[in-house]
């Protein structure tokens, strides 16, 4: 059965010590989620962490929303 698109992807590497790439295996063996899947959620839920414009250095605009 076809998979179904997750839209537009962009793949990345990156090299893992031996035991966290061996603990990566056995995780994706007990969950039978595809290592590329697994990977990419972790690090999609990292990302929503980060607050990009503090990173940068910026502060938001000290601007009242519109109700």
Known sequence: MAQRSKGERHVITARLPMSDAEKLAAVVDATKESRS???ARLVHAH???IDFDRLRG???LPIAKAS
Do not use: F
């Open 37 to 39: 899947d697994l990977i």
């Open 47 to 49: 990302l929503k962490t």
């Open 58 to 60: 910026q502060e938001t």
